[in-house]
Nanobody
Framework: QVQLVESGGGLVQPGGSLRLSCAAS????????IGWFRQVPGKEREVVAC????????LYADSVKGRFTISKDNAKNTVYLEMTNLQPEDTAVYYC??????????????????WGKGSRVTVSS
């Protein structure tokens, strides 16, 4: 079964850190661009960070630059999102998505790819 499964979410205090994982099964992530998106109720899903199939190129939303790091371990078929200095505005459900085609930015996966079911991150004191 082809799927992406997110894990690592939870409750953290402002200033804290979390690492999200996106594990691919049923296919090799070696050939897939992977993106992390997040969504809060009432708002559209927004891109957080993306990484190309080889891991050579990355892209970050301005709001997370310098705080979040995306990385790819093709041997483990897993993509990580290391999140530091978390703030209440980072609270959201985080989703990963993968595709073999790219958006116009040549880093993020094109629409219509595989999506995970999400992992909730809550930043609160």
């Amino acid at each position: 079964q082809v799927q992406l499964v997110e894990s690592g979410g939870g409750l953290v205090q402002p200033g804290g850190s979390l690492r999200l994982s996106c594990a691919a099964s049923g296919f090799s992530s070696n050939y897939f661009s992977i993106g992390w998106f997040r969504q809060v109720p009432g708002k559209e899903r927004e891109v957080v960070a993306c990484i190309t199939s080889t891991g050579a190129n990355t892209l970050y939303a301005d709001s997370v630059k310098g705080r979040f790091t995306i990385s790819k371990d093709n041997a483990k078929n897993t993509v990580y999102l290391e999140m530091t200095n978390l703030q209440p505005e980072d609270t959201a459900v985080y989703y990963c998505t993968g595709a073999t085609q790219y958006k116009d930015d040549s880093v993020c996966p094109a629409s219509g790819g595989i999506w995970g079911k999400g992992s909730r991150v809550t930043v609160s004191s």
